[in-house]
């Protein structure tokens, strides 16, 4: 069992920059995929950014590349979004999940999930 809790989300204008964390409990969470998704109002959950259990591979939504990360520390329990160059678009409830091998695959295949954090960027 894994247990998610997001924290990170605010209010910023666009251009800004972001750091959303996902903490986890469970002794084996150093061995699932994290994946980062968000819900805009009248949206569907969507894919945003995910790692894998190690940190070795990612998978990047095409409309945050060159501008989201992601990262890990397994030592903490805890994986990291930063969000750079903040868009209006970008606003949305972000969550994180977990699942083991489920690196780049849609929301109905994740295991555990988060609360969420509220992002809104204003122009």
């Known amino acids: 069992q894994v247990q998610l809790v997001e924290s990170g989300g605010g209010l910023v204008q666009a251009g800004d920059s972001l750091r959303l964390s996902c903490a986890a409990s469970?002794?084996?969470?150093?061995?699932?995929?994290v994946g980062w998704f968000r819900q805009a109002p009248g949206k569907e959950r969507a894919r945003v950014i995910h790692?894998?259990?190690?940190?070795?591979?990612?998978y990047i939504a095409d409309s945050v590349k060159g501008r989201f990360t992601i990262s890990r520390d397994n030592a903490k329990n805890t994986v990291y979004l930063q969000m750079n160059s903040l868009k209006v678009e970008d606003t949305a409830v972000y969550y994180c999940a977990a699942g083991r091998d489920r690196l780049g695959l849609p929301e109905a295949f994740w295991d555990y999930w988060g609360q969420g954090t509220q992002v809104t960027v204003s122009s």
């Open positions: 790692i894998n259990w190690n940190g070795s591979g990612t």
């Open positions: 469970g002794r084996t969470f150093s061995k699932y995929d």
